[in-house]
């Protein structure tokens, strides 16, 4: 399994996720995109090719079909609700940033058991313990480049040290706007 990280700053936030997929601790390929953008909000997902698939075009069928019949886009609590319910059908996890009318930005972490917990910074998949014992130890700066430079070095860190992550990472950044 892959990793994937997410880190929520005052000035937004930082998903990414490596592009390797593994069976039986086997390289399968290196080209399995984890990380996706909604425009005002971005996805980090782990799990088989087929459901990461699946939950990728269903996410993104949803906030373009609110926005169309709606007006406007998904409060970041309902996004966050609408991707649990698809983790749990598709059996993924990952990792939702969302920015509300307001141009804020706020991370969520979702699960295929239908939990979901707003945080600040998560890792998810099999290098995700060794990716928060160097977020920890990290010196941290506020600040969006800072904390993409520390998320593409700690994904580097865990290929390093577990052969289900792979060194060719996707990173995508959300922005804080003022409404």
Known sequence: MATVLGIVRPDGAVLAGDRRQTDSNTVTSEVVQRVFDYDFAGCAVVGEVGSIDEFDRRFGSELRTYRT??????SPVRVARTASEIAEETGIDALVA???????VSLHEVGSDGRTLETETAALGSGSPVA???LDEA???????????????????V??????????IDVLRIERTTG
């Open 132 to 134: 928060f014992g160097l």
């Open 98 to 104: 969302v920015q509300d009318g307001d141009g804020l």
């Open 139 to 157: 010196e941290t700066d506020d600040n969006l480049d800072a904390t993409e430079a520390l998320v593409r070095r700690t994904l580097h860190a």
């Open 159 to 168: 290929a390093e040290r577990t052969t289900d992550t792979g060194t060719d």
């Open 69 to 74: 019949e709606h007006g406007e886009r998904m």
